[in-house]
């Protein structure tokens, strides 16, 4: 069976425990130049600009500022903006959306946005939430899509990515994170009724249905893109790379994929060129869409095949895993390999701050940071994350994306979340 097959998941999460003393007075939410707003940052590239941040770490890794045990199971990711972190999680038959204090870890508020998707890899939600302003918008697993506020958690408006738009949950659960483009929500069902949906982002109301392209949905995250001055949707699908009209959800362009079992990673963009990979064997492509629906492969490469911790662009280069192959630099120009390294660390998650590189290993919790270049890997620090949970499935791993925010790491294993100093004061 395909279950059997698999072991897997990402995308790309109970009861309160703080280790902190001092409970600092909350301040009012605001938006900063570092706020992460959601999946993969505010442009969906894993590219903090912060800098001042630590350039090595000490023996035992920067300091713990707090953890707590509040944020349920699943595998969701962190939105941090101003003094509030926003995720996802389960507990008992429920998923919920959680809002803590970033400086203690204390609970604001808390959500439930739906009934508990059950899985072996895993249960509960497996995407990020998205901040635009005084609202957030979160989607479970099962695909109820809902607005609340950032304030209290109060729901806006809902909309059954499954009933209302008639979109099929897929096997391991809804798994993209809803992208905000101006006035629209952004969101991928799949289905006869049409495969990408843009939504009123204040009131829920649909505003087009791509129904000449009707895939099922994958667990890819949409990204938005301006191609020759005309903005574009880029999402990854099994079998296909297409590109949708922001206007109406026409298709502008699609390329075929050799995805397989799940297509997880989110594609990059620059330069009127797309950037995809995939695991269990699939590779990567890079393909030039500025001339339309004409669009040119560049190139293909089976060496970089992300499965689900993510590729960073980064001065002309590819960071990430590659299945078998292990930590790898991959040349933007030719889809060679720049340097690979596969005994330092094994499979894991990246993210990028201040000309380095944030690892987390997913069998371990061990975190390490290397420097950012295609000249090798160097290494300026590991420490070994705990307490891991004990509440973790048998197939499940560590698979929530490293953030950076104002001067803060946040990682997490099932509840456990943690916030540490890496600002270098």
Known sequence: MLADRCWFFCLVILGCSTFCSDRPVLMAQTSVGNDWTGWRGANRDDLSKETGLLKSWPENGPKNLWTVDTGGLGYAGFAAVGERLFTLGSTGDSE??????VQDGSTIWKQTIDDLFENNWGDGPRNTPTVDGDRVYVLS????????????????WAVSLTEQLGGERPFWGFSESPLIDGDQVICTPGGKQGAVVALNKLTGATIWQSKDFTNPCHYSSIIVADVNQQKQYIQLFEKALVGFDADNGDVIWQQDWSGRIAVIPTPIFEDNKVYVSSGYGAGSMLVDVSDGENVKKVWFSSKMKNHHGGVILLDGHYYGYSDKVGWLCQSAKTGGVVWKEKEALQKGAISYADNRFYLLEEKSGQVVLINAAPDGWQEFGRFQLKPLSENRKQKGKVWVHPVISNGRMFLRDQEMIYCFDISGR
């Open 96 to 101: 919920f959306a959680i809002c803590l204090n």
């Open 141 to 156: 697993a099962s695909g109820q899509l809902k607005c609340l506020s950032t304030e209290d958690g109060s729901e806006k």
